[in-house]
């Protein structure tokens, strides 16, 4: 998803003899364009990458985390956080990964979607506002070989955690095609 799709793309553009298919989760080339359309509650989870950097405690880092994916279950989110946290010699907590305070422009992917030889398949939050209606129409116009968009229901930007069965099932009719 986000930024690991995007990269895909660019692989696929640059390297197309790596990339037999793609799957991409959420994201298009317009990514920054939604991304500042939304509230930080619309953001959920995303939002944190903006935000706080410390934290005096693992279960303040859960809260924040909490607050702002409050449709997850928590035993879910203690795992996410636990896994992309780390503590710090102060005792205090951090993200593991690294601060994203700005975003590069990734319009310039849709130039990449046009090169594609892959064939790409998109998925796409039921409940999440960074992919749009027209998103899905100008990668359907754009990647010559695009094989559809599929919507998971009950799902926020991020699919395979909100509804990882439901992924699963699709990926497995998508790959298994091959």
């Known amino acids: 998803m986000s930024l690991g799709g995007l990269t895909a793309i660019r692989l696929g553009a640059v390297a197309p003899e790596l990339v037999d298919e793609l ?3 959420d994201v298009t080339p317009s990514a920054l364009q939604r991304h500042a359309e939304m509230t930080a509650d ?5 939002a944190l990458m903006h935000g706080e950097r410390e934290f005096p405690s693992f279960q303040a880092m859960l809260d ?3 607050a702002a994916a409050p449709h997850r ?9 636990f896994h992309n ?3 710090l010699d102060n005792g205090n907590w951090t993200w593991r990964y690294d601060a994203i305070r700005s975003f590069p422009d990734f319009a310039s992917l ?14 796409r939050g ?3 506002g ?5 998103d899905v129409a100008e990668l359907a116009r754009r990647a010559t070989h695009f094989r559809g968009a599929h919507v998971v229901a009950d799902s926020g930007h991020s699919v395979q955690s909100d509804q990882p069965r439901a992924l699963v099932d699709i990926l497995r009719g998508v790959l298994g095609r091959r």
């Not at 960074?130 to 027209?134: A, G, L, P, T």
């Open 23 to 25: 799957v991409v989760i």
């Open 42 to 46: 619309q953001r959920g989870t995303v």
């Open 64 to 66: 924040v985390t909490t």
């Open 73 to 81: 279950e928590v035993k879910a989110l203690r795992r996410g956080v």
């Open 85 to 87: 946290s780390r503590r």
């Open 110 to 123: 849709w130039d990449d979607v046009d090169a594609l030889s892959a064939p790409i398949t998109l998925v």
């Open 126 to 128: 039921g409940n999440s």
């Open 130 to 134: 960074f992919v749009s209606d027209e």
